[in-house]
């Protein structure tokens, strides 16, 4: 008899996705699955549209992220324009970018992740959750709620709102920053950074404690892919992309515009999200992890100095040899989070943060646009081809999450394999199985452009495939 | 203290409005405090909520036969049904895609877009299958409360959680009520 | 003929005048009702069904029923309410919208009518059937699937602008605005004046080079004079202080001499500069040129100021030519003419009141535009007669009018006598029809002459003379090569890179357009004023203090 172990919805993840994990006669993983259960299809209904709605419709392909998607949709635009952003419209940009990975990073770490790391994985499902962990841990919670609206409230101060703003155009932005929104945003800059380096320490010492357990989770080869600039250093919002090997070596780099050249995107009959590889490579060689373990293994280096610090240690923690394991992306995602901060800082205080200079209007003067920036969970690709009036002929939509589907796949069927032994299935050991994914962060209502289902299933088949009984947990 | 037990759940939606609801900052933990509990919400591990459920907060449209049979289940569980968010609400930023027939929806997303290598639709019976046409929630069961927005202001949430919690049915209008 | 009488809102007597209709006398009284499809410039329609009132135990649209004595007006109950929230809900279920996106989201009388309503819901299907989106046109955007077939567009493109553009097709739920016979908005005969785009309540014409610039809150709104053209119709300018730019510009519905009535040029030309802006002061050596300070170029410009002599174009305003003439004391001279073939005898509203127009060599489409309007609406209306002189078939093609040579027109001067109330537009005239026109006293004459402020030029006694001398000072945004010939020493006072400053010695770099405070006169001798709404990317002169005792850089 085969078992069929249903994992549905995955919670404290974005979006929709269900794990079904097959065990043969003994009790040993035969097969899994991580369905991506979601489809919107922005690529076909942007049919039609005038070029400049496109920073405003595709934002809502995620409520978490809204910002990569607005900031990725205003560079493509920005070439169908075809004229030159001013230098501060860039600064702006990039301030709101880094206000959403502080955001994002901050809310995963504490909120989506932080139950396992704090009150552990096999805790009481009731309590394991942000809510168990304002109980457990009020000061901690308390800092958490700061980190991500310090991270909202940048976006708030410059763009006007949290979610889904309206504030990049073609040919810049909307908005430039007043005198006293900076000064309310700089002054909080050191408190913030101290909170996500009481995280820091969270991560290391669970790492610590389950140094074993922790480098054997889910940890398997890949290729990596983040965009860089200046010759290898980390970077978040305009660089050309990199794509190095399972051994750490730079395999190309290429600008953002040719990505088609590069990646190609496979579909699988049981999910909505696709599977992208480098094409050189092929499948399944060429498969790559992006996000922040993607990116601190494509990269040499990250840009300022705390940060640095902690970047520094971490290519340290498989011996100089790129990390592997998917609990890295953790402390990686931690160390991003400082980046963006002091990165915010350093826009800050720049001579033209404050200028008016900000829009650079006019005509449509191209049939076709790119946009790449990095995405909290990893390279984002907008892609829009327009008539000679600027409305939107075709789009193609590489998202972040998407580039990891394949990681995730090993991730749930390498964690599967190594808990579950025989038919007596703890709940602690699926919410291992969760929480491999969990390690990459997916947003997957951006990958798939386009209370759960049904609780946790056991269903037992025999070996004609007849439905034999099921037991359900609540 | 009494309890009043909240389950959400996000169908066709972006998750802006459940992050709206996080915006709600310190007032979430104020709310917590005078009772508020979050039972299944995809951001706790519960994956079904409780029968007798106070409040059961939909965000997105139902665009799949699981988002349907979702919706349904939390209609028969919760005493009160939320619509939260345009996509609840109204239908949303998704039923864009109703005017196009799945067929050539799938046929974009996964055969001709530019980077697809040798694609099909997925066809798996794991996953939903697309409606014809995104609805909005109250198409499908019984809505007593509507938060409109994309997303509803974080103000707005923490009105309408805070009124349902002191017993009193709340009322959006003014910067509270918005469309974008 | 009735005089005021009363009528009774909501149980209170009430003054009434005749003429209006209920809706005009609620809101004489401040009382409130709902509407979408009226507005203050156009005749009413009645397509929204918003406006309901009780009236006599009857549910009536008040925007089209004249306020009668002795009637009984109810504004608000429950009937009424549920009447309104039904047609607000099939207004808003009728076709696809999407607030989150759309760029006029709190800034949309439909919306605003949700908020009001207190809609939270919709309780009719929608989202169902595709609409067309027509970006066929260079400046406007048109998006079916917004459009609430109030038809102001119709009743702007064809009562205030006289364009008659626009139009319906087909029926029912299917009703779509049309252009021409269901032509791409950018091929039909659209002048692209932009009457259409200002009174629609939503985001169904959108202007595209303005979109998603600044939010409500973010926008000042400027009351000014359009300086495009000598017109000088009415403008608020929409500019946005955060990006130093100017969004949009709209006519005011209220204000002489075109009251809203605007055109392609002052609407949309006004915002795209295809020119070089100059921020540079520049001099130029041999072949080398050099960008160097402002105060340099201005210490050159003074040092030889004695020596030469300064010509200036129309563009400039009345204050720039008052400090040009204190600089240059009879040294100063226009570029182009200032003296018309024949002076005016018409102010623009008299178009309003003619029979017969005659326009010589003048495409009002192209040129003009707010006047074009004024004309066509007035031929339309079967009130006048048009004649158009030398005009190639083109121009104004929709209108009955009688294209004539000069030659056959100078022929058929009896048909001036037949008139009452004629009126001839021209720039330039031929002496036959100089000697024509002059001889007829009862005609109306309205001299179009090609630069802005070319009357301001006259009223400070600025006299056209050819360029000559071998020091030379132009000013100026419309200097043209074909002005100058090779002075040895040539200083450019301008605010774009064109054929000339790149003869000049020195070049100056000058504040422009929306720039410039100041006033300046239209073609009828009106004061208008301009006021500055963005600040200039650069230090750069300013005209009307130039070399002024206390130095105050812009």
Redesign the interface.
Known sequence: MTKKITISPVTRIEGHAKVTIHLDDEGRVERTYFHVNQFRGYEKFTEGRFYDELPMITPRICGICPVSHHLAAAKACDEILGRPVPRTAALLRELIHMGQMIQSHAMHFFELAGPDLVLGWDADPAVRNVVGLVRANPELALKAVKLRKYGQTIIEEVAGRRIHPSFAIPGGVNASLSPGSRDRILKQVDEMIAYIREGVSIILAFIEAHKEECDAFAAFPSAYMGLVKDGGALELYDGIVRMAGRDGRVLDEFAGKYYLSHIAEKVDDWSYLKFPYFKPLGDPEGHYRVGPLGRFNASDRIGTPLAQEEFGKFKTMNGGKPVESSVYYHYARLIEAVYALERAREILEDGDILSRDVLNPGPVTNEEGIGVIEAPRGTLFHHYWVDERGTVKKANLIVATGHNNWAMSQAVDNVARGYIQGHDIPEGVLNRVEGAIRCYDPCLSCSTHAIGRMPVVVEVYDHEGAFVASRERA | MKTVKI????C?????????F??M??R??EL?GKGL??T??????????PLGTDIGIIEGSV??D?HE??VK??RKRCKLIV?LG?CA????????????TVE???E???VS????????????P???K?LP??L?V??VVK?DF???G??PPADAIYHVLNELIEGRMP???GKL???? | MDSKFTITLNGKEVEALPDQTILDVARSHGVHIPALCNHKALVPRGSCRLCVVEEGGRVRASCTTPAERGMKIVTDSPRLRAAREVVLQLIFTGRNHYCMYCEVSGNCELQDLGYEFGMDHFTFPTYENRFPVDNSHEFILLDHNRCVLCGRCIRACADLAGHNVLTEKSRGYRTLIAADLDIPLGFSSCVSCGSCVQVCPTGAFIEKRSAYQGKKEQIKIVRMACDMCPVGCAVDVHGNPETNSVVKIHGDWDAPPTFGLMCRTGRYLSLFDGHTRLTNAKFRQDSKVLDIALEGALNLFAARMDQGTAYVDGSLYNEELARLKELFPGQLFSLHPVTPPLPSTARIRDLGEADLFVLFRLDLDREYGALGSLVKKRVRSGAARLVLVDGSPEVFEKLPAERLSSKAFLARLDMLEGAAAAVALYRDLGDKEKEALEKREGLRRIWLHGETNTVGLARYGIEHAPVKGDTVFLFGGNLRESDVGNPAFLVCFTPYENGVTKKAAVVVPTLKGFEKNGTLFNLEGELLTRAAVVTPPAPLADIAKLLSPTPEKR
């Not at chain 2, 009520?177 to 974008?180: F, K, M, P, T, W």
Request: charged share 25%; aromatic share 8%.
């Open positions: 389950a959400s759940t996000w066709e939606g972006c998750s802006g409005c459940h992050m709206s996080l915006d900052d310190e979430l933990v917590i509990e979050l299944a919400t995809p951001i706790t591990d519960l994956k079904i909520p665009a799949t699981h049979e979702e289940e939390l619509a345009d609400v109204f239908g949303g930023i998704h039923t864009m895609r109703n005017y196009f050539e929806l799938l974009r997303g996964y877009t530019e980077s697809t290598v040798n694609g099909t639709p997925p066809t798996s794991e996953l939903g697309l046409k995104v909005a109250n198409e809505v509507y938060i409109p994309c997303p009322k959006l209008e009520l918005h469309y974008d």
